[in-house]
């Protein structure tokens, strides 16, 4: 009878570890495909703009997106001006609708994280 009790514990724990693995998966899988369809959507309308901070843009995600903002991750190649190297850097600018000009202006610019060690945060989902 104890024989039989370990067989169903094992049982139970490697179901509840592969419930577990499985959700882990789907989150992050669900994560990616929703920054996937906004930047899809709407990638094309900054695709010209001028990021504060940013010498050559890599690429670009967007994170959110509404009617009266926007919140786009941007990877960069820039020139560290102490040692003039090239530094990649992972940047967030969340960007607002101007009424009276008609176009998104750019309020905030926050460094998640650099090559050069200067930021050392994290995006989720992850891009690298």
């Not at 179901?15 to 094309?44: K, P, W």
């Amino acid at each position: 009878m104890k024989l039989e009790w370990g067989k169903r514990a094992k049982s139970l724990m490697f179901l509840s570890l592969s419930i577990v693995c499985f959700m882990l998966v789907l989150v992050t899988a669900l994560s990616y495909f929703y920054v996937e369809i906004l930047t899809q959507t709407y990638a094309h309308r900054f695709a010209q703009a001028h990021f504060q901070m940013t010498d050559q843009v890599e690429y670009l995600k967007v994170f959110e997106y509404t009617d009266h903002e926007v919140k786009i991750f941007v990877v960069d190649d820039s020139k560290n001006a102490r040692t003039n190297q090239i530094t990649r850097t992972g940047t967030f600018h969340t960007f607002h609708w101007s009424d009276p000009k008609s176009t998104w202006v750019e309020d905030k610019y926050d460094c998640v994280w650099s090559d050069d060690g200067s930021a050392n945060g994290f995006t989720w989902p992850p891009y690298f």
